[in-house]
C-alpha cells in the first residue's frame, strides 16, 4: 500500500468518525479493476485504493448528490 493510500484511508475514516461527511467518494478494486465507490462507514475505508487505474472523473457523483438543490 502507497502513502498516498494510507493518507486517504486515514482521512476518510477521520472524516467519517467525526460525521463531517456523510460519505466518502473514492475507488476500489475488483475483479482487477478500479470502479467507483462509496463509502459511508469508517470500518469500510480499507476498500479505498489510489493507483494508475483511478482515472474517472468523480466529480460527475457530486453532481447527482446536488442536482435535486437546484
Known sequence: MS????NLRAEA???LEEK???YVIGYE????????CFI???K????LVFNPGC???LSVYL???FKSDY
Not at 502513502?3 to 494510507?6: C, G, L, S, V
Not at 478494486?29 to 467507483?36: I, R
Open 13 to 15: 475514516k477521520k472524516l
Open 63 to 65: 453532481l447527482e448528490r
Open 29 to 36: 478494486e475488483s475483479n482487477g479493476k478500479v470502479s467507483p
Open 55 to 57: 482515472v474517472h472523473n
Open 20 to 22: 463531517k461527511v456523510d
Open 40 to 42: 459511508d462507514n469508517a
Open 3 to 6: 502513502d498516498i493510500e494510507k
Open 44 to 47: 469500510d475505508v480499507e476498500k
